[in-house]
């Protein structure tokens, strides 16, 4: 299973940026789907999950309102709209694969997840 991660960039603060990941060597449909982000100097956090089928969410405090993930199983990609970003949101954006998670219970234990994609830059300048 591949993941490849793409739409990060470098903008300002109160724009707005869309990630998307393309899943490929599986089906997509049994797996539930989170964003990851890493900031230098930290550890990796929990930005947002979606199950299988799109019909549960989560988005962690921070991003709260400003973040929304989404998905289209007939192209295999799952999505992060990200708008209003600020300065601390600057990381390296990470999507990751678990199959047959549950979103309730699971979905935000980074342990959990059985594949992750390479990563994709996200600067936000005040």
């Known amino acids: 299973v591949q993941l490849q991660a793409s739409g990060g960039g470098s903008v300002q603060a109160g724009d707005s940026l869309r990630l998307s990941c393309v899943v490929s060597?599986?089906?997509?449909?049994?797996?539930?789907m989170g964003w990851f982000r890493q900031a230098p100097g930290k550890e990796r956090e929990f930005v947002g999950g979606?199950?299988?089928?799109?019909?549960?969410?989560i988005t962690t405090d921070p991003v709260k309102g400003r973040f929304t993930i989404s998905r289209d199983n007939a192209k295999n990609t799952v999505y992060l709209q990200m708008n209003s970003l600020k300065p601390e949101d600057t990381a390296v954006y990470y999507c990751?694969?678990?199959?047959?998670?549950?979103?309730?219970?699971?979905?935000?234990?980074?342990?959990?997840?059985?594949?992750w994609g390479q990563g994709t830059q996200v600067t936000v300048s005040s």
């Open positions: 990751a694969a678990g199959f047959m998670m549950v979103v309730q219970t699971q979905i935000q234990n980074i342990q959990k997840y059985d594949y």
């Open positions: 979606i199950s299988w089928d799109g019909g549960s969410t």
């Open positions: 060597g599986s089906r997509f449909p049994n797996y539930a």
